[in-house]
């Protein structure tokens, strides 16, 4: 494990307080999870300064790490408890399943770009989040064989939520996602009750393309 030097940490706690707590993040695991993850080591060397700003950052691939508070309020939105298993789709840098992983019980996480889902699992391995299962596919599809999940989040926009995700969906279940066209998106969330589907709707924000059978086409 790499030395979490103190000039990070200091940046970590002026970003979950003044980006997240300031905003009105107040679940205290969330906010335990967002001091803890070093989010400078899921962003390449260049851009470590950087890390701890108040953006999102280019990961590579033409695909980025959400801005922290985005993470912060998707990841309160699912309400998680410590015995969840969680399903995310689009690992990117890795930086929201490991939020998740601290919280939740295991974090099963999908990938389309190979060359990501190598860097990504490589870190993951490191950084010892033995909880974070990954897997290189199209996420648009779920991962049906360990449905169903307490909680689902994507971390891509696409045009509508794929049906197949609201059937992987437990009973008591919430799915966070972005949904709009290709330039801006409205976050959305879903509770499944017993008695059906509840939409909410989060605000406005701006992810990079879902692209697969139930997303976007290339
Ligand atoms: N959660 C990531 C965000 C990365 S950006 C993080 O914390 O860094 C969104 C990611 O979704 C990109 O890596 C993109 O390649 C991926 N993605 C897009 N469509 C996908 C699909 N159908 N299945 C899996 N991943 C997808």
Redesign the pocket.
């Known amino acids: 494990m790499e030395a979490d030097s103190l000039k990070y940490r200091r940046q970590r706690e002026a970003m979950v307080r003044k980006q997240i707590e300031a905003r009105g993040v107040s679940d205290s695991a969330v906010l335990a999870a967002m001091q803890k993850v070093q989010r400078h080591l899921?962003v390449s060397e260049a851009l470590r300064d950087q890390a701890y700003g108040d953006y999102p950052l280019p990961?590579g691939?033409g695909?980025?790490?959400?801005q922290p508070y985005i993470?912060a309020e998707m990841t309160q939105a699912l309400q998680l408890n410590p015995d969840d298993r969680v399903l995310?789709?689009?690992?990117?840098?890795?930086?929201?399943?490991a939020v998740i992983a601290e919280i939740a019980f295991r974090v099963y996480t999908?990938?389309?770009?190979h060359s990501?889902f190598v860097k990504t699992r490589a870190l993951f391995d490191r950084l010892k989040y033995h909880n974070i299962v990954t897997r290189y596919?199209?996420?648009?599809t779920g991962w049906s064989d360990q449905a169903p999940f307490d909680a689902i989040m994507v971390?891509?926009g696409a045009p509508d939520i794929p049906p197949i995700l609201l059937q992987q969906l437990a009973v008591g279940g919430r799915l966070v996602m972005p949904v709009g066209d290709q330039h801006v998106q409205e976050l959305i969330k879903l509770y499944r009750d017993a008695d059906g589907i509840h939409q909410t709707k989060m605000g406005g924000c701006r992810?990079?393309?879902?692209?697969?059978e139930h997303?976007w086409h290339e």
Do not use: C, H, N, P
């Open positions: 899921f990961i691939d695909q980025t790490i959400s993470v995310e789709i689009g690992t990117g840098s890795g930086y929201q399943a999908i990938e389309r770009i990501l596919s199209d996420g648009t971390t891509a992810f990079v393309k879902l692209i697969g997303g």
